[in-house]
């Protein structure tokens, strides 16, 4: 499952310039290892973070933000049941396009109070969309 450690450790490989086997070289690590930290498969323990935080010139924390949010939404799925299979079926998505990413990108920096006042814009407008082509 992807996640905001994912998203920083692919996020600060692209602005340093490096590929997955160059951080994997500097690391001592097997570049399949590398990999499953950024696709999320398996997460570094806390004194990897902190190596992969060296490589890439910033502090570790960089690599943790947006985690707590991460940990909220989760708490707050599983005291909900978790999503439905409407939801699963709501939200799937196939590929995603430079535009949706440089959103992403975008979003990422804004507090949680910002991205729920973009979010509800973005569902207003799309609302009124759907409303003109009816």
């Known amino acids: 499952m992807y996640s905001m450690i994912s998203y920083w450790l692919k996020f600060y490989r692209h602005e340093c310039g490096l590929t997955q086997q160059q951080v ?6 097997e570049r399949s290892t590398y990999t499953y930290y ?5 997460k ?3 004194g990897t973070l902190i190596k992969i935080a060296k490589v890439f010139n910033i502090n570790y924390t960089q690599l943790l933000q947006g985690v707590e949010d991460e940990l909220e939404d989760a708490v ?3 005291q909900s049941g978790g999503p439905t299979d409407e939801d699963t079926q709501k939200y ?6 430079k535009y949706e990413v440089e959103l992403l990108f975008v979003a990422r920096n804004l ?3 910002q991205r729920k006042e973009v979010m509800n814009l973005a569902k ?4 009124e969309n759907n409303a003109s082509k009816q």
């Open 111 to 113: 507090t949680p109070k």
């Open 92 to 97: 799937r998505t196939h590929a995603t396009t």
């Open 38 to 42: 950024e696709t999320g498969k398996t």
């Open 76 to 78: 707050a799925d599983i």
């Open 24 to 29: 994997a070289d500097r690391l001592k690590i």
């Open 44 to 46: 570094p323990d806390i």
């Open 124 to 127: 207003k407008l799309a609302a």
